[in-house]
């Protein structure tokens, strides 16, 4: 099936959690849904005035109406990457009569916005408020993820450093740091390994694509981090990014599937 409608770069792809609907994103400044089902486009959002956030916004969207429930952090840069996640610990999720009629499940949800300033900011969804911020760098950001029961965030930069920062202590500098080379981070995934202990996949603008030792041994027992697995086929391929696929391995092992420059799907 080819879902045709964006008349510019599709520049991110998302399954809804039903996995029958896909959001889309493109350089036209638009969002798409559609239907897995029959390939139908019933919902178009409108309103950034650059590709997704690079405007420096993030937009809540009420998709029956095509609406802008509120727009948040109006930043001076591009946010270059963007995920949501459950909300730490910390903080309280937002009371009911505080959000909007047309919300649903954002009180106690947190977004974390990747700048192109090399900063982190973390938005609490459910009160629309600002959290926490890391400082900036001169090197842009250019992934993130974030693992919520060590409440760790990961972040890639322009020039292939890959930082630490724990919420349990201070953001003023990462916890730990490591680089291979000079190439920019692409994408960041943790998954489970057939040990069914959680790592961290990586990939490159050169086409590298790695995965670390368990987060615990550099997390929580202060090991140095070590790559135990180099995954091959990508060289000089740049990989734009990565998802997880679903698994029925008792482990939990799970698979990935890269995006790669050369237009193929690579899943390891």
């Known amino acids: 099936m080819t879902l045709k409608g964006h008349v510019s770069d ?3 792809v998302q399954f809804f959690p039903s996995n ?3 959001l889309t994103g493109g350089a036209d400044f638009q969002l798409k849904i559609w239907s897995v089902l029959n390939g139908s486009n019933p919902v178009t959002l409108k309103g950034h005035t650059s590709a997704s956030s690079r405007d420096g916004t993030i937009k809540l969207w009420n998709c029956g109406t095509s609406s802008t429930i509120t727009t948040l952090g109006n930043y001076k840069c591009s946010i270059n990457k963007m995920i949501l996640t459950e909300l730490p610990s910390q903080y309280e999720a937002a009371k009911i009569e505080t959000l909007d009629p ?5 009180g106690d949800k947190l977004v974390l916005a990747a700048l192109e300033d090399g900063s982190v900011h973390g938005i609490h969804l459910g009160t629309k408020k600002e959290l926490f911020a890391t400082s900036t760098s001169s090197s842009p950001l250019t992934a993130i993820t974030y693992e919520p029961e060590t409440e760790t965030i990961f972040t890639g930069n322009k020039d292939g450093l890959v930082e630490v920062y724990s919420l349990e202590k201070k953001l003023d500098e990462p916890l730990l740091q490591w680089k291979r080379n000079g190439y920019a981070i692409t994408s960041l995934v943790i998954m489970l390994n057939k040990s069914g202990q959680k790592i961290i996949c990586v990939s490159s603008a050169d086409g590298s694509l790695y995965q670390t030792s368990p987060l615990a041994n550099f997390i929580t027992n202060n090991e140095k ?3 135990e697995v180099e ?3 990508n060289e000089l391929e740049t990989v734009h990014d990565m998802k997880l696929v679903p698994t029925e391995h008792d482990s939990g092992y799970q698979r990935i599937a890269c995006a790669v420059r ?3 799907i690579r899943i390891y």
């Open 225 to 227: 981090v070590q790559v």
């Open 102 to 106: 047309m919300e649903v499940d954002t």
């Open 231 to 233: 995954f091959t086929g």
């Open 262 to 264: 050369d237009g193929k």
């Open 10 to 12: 599709v520049t991110t």
């Open 20 to 22: 029958l609907v896909i």
